[in-house]
C-alpha cells in the first residue's frame, strides 16, 4: 500500500496563475483532509471531506476550492495565486475523524 | 468552538533527560486526544493517543497523560534520542466533530 500521496512534490507559481493538487489515497478511508503549514502557525485545516462527493470549508478556506469526485482522491484548487499562499500543503485521510495518515506534502512557492 | 494551546513551542534537552510537552484544550465534551510527530521533511505521523475515559497511556518510551478535570493532556518521553527531534503536535476532537484541532507545535531538540 502507498497510504497517501500527494501531486506534486513542490511547485513555484507566478501571482494570477492557478494549478491543483492532488492527494490520493489506496486504504479505502471515507474522511480526507487539506492543511497548509506555516512557521509558527501549526496545521491549519482548509478544506476537509467525509465522504465521497461532501466538502465542508475549514478554517482558512478563502482562495481555495476542492473536489471529491471519486473516494480515492481529493483535490485542491487555487483559482488565482496569491505570494500569501505560499506554504507547504499537507493531505490527510481516515476513517472516520481520529487517526489521520498524512501524506509527505507538497511545497508550494507563489512568486 | 474547540481551541488547544500547547506548550512550549521550542524544547531542548539533553540526551537521556526526560521531555514533557503540555496541551489545553476548551470543549469539555472533546474526547479523543492524539499525538503526532513530524520529522524534518515528512508528514505528521501519529505517535500516541488517549480517550477521554482513560487517564494514561504508555508506549515503551512514550506516554500520555489527561487530566478532564482540568482541561488538560500531556506528552511525555523519557530516555531521549536525537531520533526524538522533531516538530510535535498535540490536538483534540470534539464530541462528534469531524476534524481534529491542532495545537501549534512544539519543536524538540535533543542533543548527544
Not at chain 1, 11 to 39: F, I
Not at chain 2, 7 to 17: R, Y
Request: some cysteine; overall charge neutral.
Amino acid at each position: 500500500n502507498a497510504g497517501v500521496t500527494q501531486t506534486p512534490k513542490f511547485r513555484v507559481l507566478k501571482t494570477g496563475q492557478s494549478m491543483t493538487l492532488l492527494c490520493a489515497q489506496d486504504m479505502n478511508h471515507e474522511y480526507m483532509y487539506w492543511y497548509r503549514q506555516d512557521p509558527g502557525m501549526g496545521l491549519r485545516l482548509i478544506h476537509y471531506s467525509v465522504g465521497e462527493g461532501t466538502t465542508a470549508k475549514g478554517e482558512v478556506p478563502d482562495g481555495y476550492n476542492v473536489s471529491r469526485l471519486k473516494k480515492q482522491n481529493f483535490l485542491l484548487g487555487l483559482e488565482s495565486a496569491a505570494p500569501s499562499q505560499t506554504s507547504v500543503y499537507f493531505c490527510a485521510s481516515a476513517t472516520g475523524a481520529e487517526t489521520q495518515y498524512f501524506g509527505p506534502g507538497t511545497r508550494l512557492l507563489v512568486l | 468552538g474547540e481551541n488547544v494551546e500547547q506548550h512550549p513551542s521550542t524544547l531542548s534537552v539533553q540526551e537521556g533527560d526526560s521531555a514533557v510537552i503540555k496541551c489545553t484544550y476548551s470543549d469539555s465534551a472533546s474526547n479523543y486526544f492524539p499525538w503526532y510527530k513530524q520529522e524534518l521533511g515528512k508528514g505528521p505521523q501519529l505517535i500516541i493517543d488517549i480517550r477521554s475515559n482513560v487517564g494514561e497511556k504508555k508506549d515503551q518510551r512514550i506516554a500520555v497523560t489527561l487530566n478532564k478535570t482540568a482541561k488538560h493532556f500531556s506528552l511525555h518521553i523519557t530516555e531521549t534520542q536525537p531520533e526524538d527531534s522533531a516538530v510535535y503536535f498535540c490536538a483534540a476532537l470534539p464530541w462528534a466533530g469531524t476534524a481534529l484541532i491542532f495545537g501549534k507545535g512544539t519543536t524538540l531538540s535533543v542533543s548527544s
